[in-house]
C-alpha cells in the first residue's frame, strides 16, 4: 500500500511525512497522482511508501507502545536509543549534582527559617553547620 511517503533518517527513523488523500491521491490501480507535493522528485530523494499498519508501529500505536524504525534491510523494528556519549553522561551527573543541591539548600533554609521562628539556637547552629558542609561538598564535587 501507498498510505504514507516517508524519509527517514540515518537512525531509521520517521522523518518528514505525506500522507494519501492529504498531498497525494493513489488511484484504484495503485499509480501515484501528484496533488500537493511532486512524489517522483521525493521519491528520488529517497522516501518510500509504507502502509498504515508500519505507519502505525513507526509512531509507537501497537501493542508495546514502541516506535519502531526503519533498518538497513527495509524491514521495521522496535527503536533502540543509542548508548549516550561521555559527554551526555557528565553533563546528565552534573544536571543531577545541581538539582539535588539546590533542593537541599533551600530544605535547610526553610529548616532554619523554622529553628529561627522557634527561637531554637541549637537547632539553628546544628542547620548552620549543615549549610557549610553541603557547600563545602557542593564545591569539592564541582571541582572534579
Given at each position: 500500500?501507498?498510505?504514507?511517503?516517508?524519509?527517514?533518517?540515518?537512525?531509521?527513523?520517521?522523518?518528514?511525512?505525506?500522507?494519501?488523500?492529504?498531498?497525494?491521491?493513489?488511484?484504484?490501480?495503485?499509480?501515484?497522482?501528484?496533488?500537493?507535493?511532486?512524489?517522483?522528485?521525493?521519491?528520488?530523494?529517497?522516501?518510500?511508501?509504507?502502509?498504515?499498519?508500519?505507519?502505525n508501529?513507526?509512531?509507537?500505536?501497537?501493542?508495546?507502545?514502541?516506535?519502531?524504525?526503519?533498518?538497513?534491510?527495509?524491514?521495521?523494528?522496535?527503536?533502540?536509543?543509542?548508548?549516550?556519549?561521555?559527554?551526555?553522561?557528565?553533563?546528565?551527573?552534573?544536571?543531577?549534582?545541581?538539582?539535588?543541591?539546590?533542593a537541599?539548600?533551600?530544605?535547610?533554609a526553610?529548616?532554619?527559617?523554622?529553628?529561627?521562628?522557634r527561637?531554637?539556637?541549637?537547632?539553628?547552629?546544628?542547620?548552620?553547620?549543615?549549610?557549610?558542609?553541603?557547600?563545602?561538598?557542593?564545591?569539592?564535587?564541582?571541582?572534579?
Amino acid at each position: 500500500m501507498k498510505d504514507y511517503l516517508i524519509k527517514f533518517g540515518d537512525d531509521g527513523r520517521r522523518g518528514a511525512t505525506y500522507a494519501d488523500g492529504v498531498h497525494y491521491q493513489v488511484a484504484d490501480d495503485g499509480t501515484v497522482q501528484s496533488t500537493s507535493i511532486d512524489v517522483d522528485g521525493l521519491l528520488q530523494q529517497g522516501y518510500i511508501f509504507v502502509d498504515a499498519k508500519d505507519y502505525n508501529n513507526l509512531l509507537g500505536n501497537n501493542s508495546e507502545q514502541r516506535e519502531y524504525c526503519r533498518q538497513p534491510d527495509g524491514s521495521f523494528a522496535p527503536y533502540v536509543a543509542p548508548e549516550p556519549t561521555q559527554e551526555e553522561k557528565a553533563y546528565a551527573e552534573r544536571q543531577k549534582l545541581e538539582s539535588d543541591y539546590a533542593a537541599t539548600k533551600k530544605q535547610l533554609a526553610s529548616d532554619l527559617a523554622t529553628a529561627i521562628l522557634r527561637g531554637d539556637t541549637d537547632a539553628q547552629a546544628s542547620i548552620q553547620a549543615d549549610y557549610t558542609a553541603l557547600e563545602a561538598s557542593y564545591a569539592e564535587a564541582i571541582a572534579d
